[in-house]
Structure formats: C-alpha cells, structure tokens
T-cell receptor
C-alpha cells in the first residue's frame, strides 16, 4: 500500500460525458502528479501540483483540467470524453519541494469510454 | 520537449538469463529514476541516479547513469520469474516534470 488513494477504481461512461477522478496523496506529501497510461503510450505525464499550485504541465488536453485543494487532495476533470480517452489514470505523490525524490503511485482509476 | 526513449519494448527470456533495458533522453537529465510495474499493478520506485557515471546495485539489479547524463540502463542478472513486469525509466531535466519512457515489458519463463 503506497498510501495514495484514488477513486473510483473503475469508471465506465459514454462519449461526450464528463468525469472527475479523485486522488488523496500520502500524508504530508505536497506534490501530486497525474499520469495517463494507455496500451501503446506508456505513462504520459499530464500535470503536477505543489501545495495547491500548478508546477508543471505535460501533454494534457484542453478538455482535461485539474486542481489541488487546500487539504492537498487533487481532482482530474475529463470532459467531452472520446473513445481514445479510455486509459488508466494514475495519481502519484511526493513529499519534497525539490525536483527529486521518488513518486508514490496510487492504484489508478481505469476509465472506459463507450 | 524532453523525450525519454526506452528499448527494447518487449523482452522474453528464460529464467536464469540476463536482461538489460536501455533508456535515452533527448536532453541532459538532472536525475533519472527507475520504476517497476507488475501486471495489473502500479509503478513502484526502484532507484534514483543523480551523478554522471553513477552505478548502483540492488541485489541482482545494476543501474547505470551515463557520463553525459542522457542515458541509463538497468541490467538484471540471472532473471527469476518474480522479475516479470514492465520496467520504466523516468527522467527529469531542470524542471519539475518527470517524464517516463514507454517501458520495457519483461517476460520470464521457467
């Protein structure tokens, strides 16, 4: 158990819909990272937050947005869903303020868009 | 932007054989990390390399960071069935983003 909690574990929805994925980082961790994992693309970095502020942005689509709340949990919002958005979405957290140190991953949220 | 490439994509070995996966970055990295993801699981941190030319060992696993800090390798000696999974390298340049390679999936048959 990494200490990172993601909900829901599985989600099935239709094209055009909107979903919210939630992540609770490890106790004390200020940084939250979101990754998308699909079969052929490995782990794609989406976005990172540190203590409520956006720190880095990767290949995140405009239809996707995220935020980190004062209690440090984070949410990833996916809208106007397309079939290609079906993937495993991982949240990871890290404690420090520097750009080093291991990431602790949650078990992921598997999104299926039909 | 920074890209991290990994080869091979797949590797199938007999138990007891050695295995190596290679990671190359288009830019100089401040550090590189390695993760293992078991089938159906989530990535789990293995190690971080920071210094140019650094070599670290964990039992049968040997990790190297290139002199130019643009490449890295993971070598497993005498693979076991418990080594099955996907091995990812992840590189960070001067920024905060940690970019993963596509991973090398290792299958070990007894």
């Amino acid at each position: 158990d990494s200490g990172v909690t993601q909900t829901p574990k599985h989600l099935i929805t239709a094209t055009g819909q909107r979903v919210t994925l939630r992540c609770s980082p490890r106790s004390g961790d200020l940084s939250v990272y979101w990754y998308q994992q699909s079969l052929d693309q490995g782990l794609q970095f989406l976005i990172q937050y540190y203590n409520g502020e956006e720190r880095a942005k990767g290949n995140i689509l405009e239809r996707f947005s995220a935020q980190q709340f004062p209690d440090l949990h984070s949410e990833l919002n996916l809208s106007s869903l397309e079939l290609g958005d079906s993937a495993l979405y991982f949240c990871a957290s890290r404690q420090g303020t520097t750009n080093t140190g291991e990431l602790f991953f949650g078990e992921g949220s598997r999104l299926t868009v039909l | 932007g920074q890209q991290v490439m990994q080869i091979p994509q797949y590797q199938h070995v007999q138990e007891g054989e050695d295995f190596t996966t290679y990671c190359n970055s288009s830019t100089t990295l401040s550090n590189i990390q390695w993760y293992k993801q078991r089938p159906g699981g989530h990535p789990v941190f293995l190690i971080q390399l920071v210094k140019s030319g650094e070599v670290k060992k964990q039992k049968r696993l040997t990790f190297q960071f290139g002199e130019a800090k643009k490449n890295s390798s993971l070598h497993i000696t005498a693979t076991q069935t418990t080594d099955v999974g996907t091995y990812f390298c992840a590189g960070r340049n001067s920024g905060y983003a940690l970019n993963f390679g596509k991973g090398t999936s290792l299958l070990v048959t007894p």
